[in-house]
Nanobody, 126 residues
Framework: QVQLVESGGGLVQAGGSLRLSCTAS????????MGWFRQAPGKEREFVAR????????YYADSVKVRFTISRDNAKNTVYLQMNSLKPEDMAVYYC???????????????????WGQGTQVTVSS
């Protein structure tokens, strides 16, 4: 089992920045990649970004490319999502997820991920 805890959400004005953190515990040695997803009210959960745990390769949704950066600190078992130039349409609950089966990049489906955090709210005011 892998447990994930997100933090760092909050209220920010459009154009501002936030950094989300997700710390893993438990069988962290089994994690091959981590991802961030988000779900806005009335919408399906969507992929945001992914990072491989060993090589640090990254992959982004087109909607956040350039503005968001995913990174990880293996020593702290933590993955980050730096969000810049936030827009009202970025407002959502953000979830981190752990993949213990696939080490490649480019996996955007929720089904690829095995463990999920509880989510953290990001609110962007216009």
């Amino acid at each position: 089992q892998v447990q994930l805890v997100e933090s760092g959400g909050g209220l920010v004005q459009a154009g501002g920045s936030l950094r989300l953190s997700c710390t893993a515990s438990g069988r962290t040695f089994s994690v091959l990649a981590m991802g961030w997803f988000r779900q806005a009210p009335g919408k399906e959960r969507e992929f945001v970004a992914r990072i491989t745990w060993s090589g640090g390769a990254t992959y982004y949704a087109d909607s956040v490319k350039v503005r968001f950066t995913i990174s990880r600190d293996n020593a702290k078992n933590t993955v980050y999502l730096q969000m810049n130039s936030l827009k009202p349409e970025d407002m959502a609950v953000y979830y981190c997820a752990a993949d213990v089966r696939y080490s490649g990049i480019g996996y955007t489906s929720e089904a690829r991920y095995d463990y999920w955090g509880q989510g953290t709210q990001v609110t962007v005011s216009s």
